[in-house]
């Protein structure tokens, strides 16, 4: 499974869901975010008043569970494809969510996000929302 950045945020939150908690407590298997997510976190954090106090939260709590997924010549491959897909059809997405969807296809990875409105026009892409109810 690959934690979209509004899972990532949910997790240090104080107003975390339960449901983000519960899932993460039962998740079998490694967990995984992209470079891509991890670039726009280092970017909120950058920009946050209690940026200092966030990223160590994330550095004691978030990050030593992760891998971190980078976006190499086989997701760039990807990448081109479903750009070109979804452009043929009139759908465009964010070029950072083409690049998170294009890395958790070339691994066959569940993506975990509840931005599932952008995500859901994605050929081929598992998604699971655990931000909603």
Same mark, same amino acid.
């Given at each position: 499974?690959?934690?979209?950045?509004?899972?990532?945020?949910?997790?240090?939150?104080?107003?975390?869901?339960?449901?983000?908690?519960?899932?993460?407590?039962?998740?079998?298997?490694?967990?995984?975010?992209?470079?891509?997510?991890?670039?726009?976190?280092?970017?909120?954090?950058?920009?946050?008043?209690?940026?200092?106090?966030?990223?160590? &939260?994330?550095?004691?709590?978030?990050?030593?569970?992760?891998? +971190?997924? !980078?976006?190499? %010549?086989?997701?760039?491959? @990807?990448? *081109?494809?479903?750009?070109?897909?979804?452009?043929?059809?009139?759908?465009?997405?964010?070029?950072?969510?083409?690049?998170? &969807?294009?890395?958790?296809?070339?691994?066959?990875?569940?993506? +975990?996000? !509840?931005?599932? %409105?952008?995500?859901?026009? @994605?050929? *081929?892409?598992?998604?699971?929302?655990?931000?909603?109810?």
């Amino acid at each position: 499974m690959i934690l979209d950045t509004d899972v990532l945020s949910a997790i240090v939150s104080p107003r975390c869901p339960g449901k983000v908690v519960r899932e993460l407590e039962q998740a079998e298997g490694p967990i995984h975010t992209t470079a891509v997510n991890w670039g726009e976190i280092a970017y909120g954090l950058a920009r946050h008043a209690r940026g200092d106090s966030l990223r160590k &939260a994330y550095e004691t709590r978030v990050l030593p569970a992760l891998e +971190i997924l !980078g976006f190499d %010549r086989e997701c760039a491959e @990807v990448y *081109g494809r479903l750009r070109a897909r979804l452009e043929k059809k009139g759908e465009r997405l964010g070029e950072a969510d083409l690049m998170i &969807a294009a890395i958790a296809l070339h691994h066959g990875l569940t993506l +975990i996000s !509840g931005n599932t %409105r952008h995500f859901s026009r @994605v050929p *081929g892409l598992k998604l699971v929302n655990w931000l909603e109810g």
